[in-house]
């Protein structure tokens, strides 16, 4: 078998099936009882500034990056709306959550940083900000959900997390 079992898991949404153990991926229950697991450990997507996290949390700094992917510059910023206003509200279908605060910080990015809309893409958790964001911004900007821009690759990442609230509240 090959993959990575720090991937994500299985979504199980009944409880006694989690309790059974279907929460876990095959991968995930063979790694436990395997002696012989070797570990691809060189990534060759992402700035090791961006890998850094992952390699730490999930691989104990075992996750090395391609020399090509080298920090040159600054390759991953942060954002916090905490406090600013800028709460999050239901969109349009009354389901999803969007920010509309966080949109137009996201516009003025774009603006000052001069973003291509053809290399960047804005990715978001929620189809309520995914929906507004497509009113919003160009139509060349590759804009959907988390999910559906997995395995996709662009040169700039916007990632908007939406959740701000006064109850600090993040879902989930």
């Known amino acids: 078998m090959a993959g990575d079992h720090f991937q994500l898991p299985p979504t199980v949404l009944s409880n006694e099936a989690a309790k059974l153990g279907l929460n876990r991926s095959i991968l995930e229950a063979a790694i436990a009882t395997v002696k012989n697991i070797f570990l691809l450990n060189v990534q060759y997507r992402m700035k090791e500034s961006i890998a850094g996290f992952s390699s730490h949390y999930f691989y104990n700094g075992l996750l090395k990056s ?9 390759h991953i910023s942060f954002i916090d709306t905490a406090g600013s206003g ?3 509200v239901h969109g ?8 509309e605060g966080e ?19 804005f990715i978001s958790p929620y189809a309520g ?8 911004f160009p139509g ?3 804009i959907s959900t988390i999910d ?7 040169e700039v ?3 908007s997390l939406v959740r701000s609230n006064d109850d600090g509240d993040i879902g989930f």
């Open 140 to 142: 060349q900007l590759r």
């Open 66 to 74: 391609a020399p090509h992917l080298s920090n040159t510059g600054k």
């Open 129 to 136: 900000q995914v929906a507004a964001a497509k009113e919003l």
């Open 148 to 154: 559906s821009f997995q395995g996709q690759e662009k």
């Open 157 to 159: 990442i916007i990632l």
């Open 86 to 88: 800028y709460n999050e």
């Open 92 to 99: 349009k279908d009354g389901m999803s959550l969007q920010n």
């Open 103 to 121: 949109l137009q910080i996201v516009q003025k990015l774009m603006e000052t940083e001069m973003l291509d809309p053809l290399t960047t893409a």
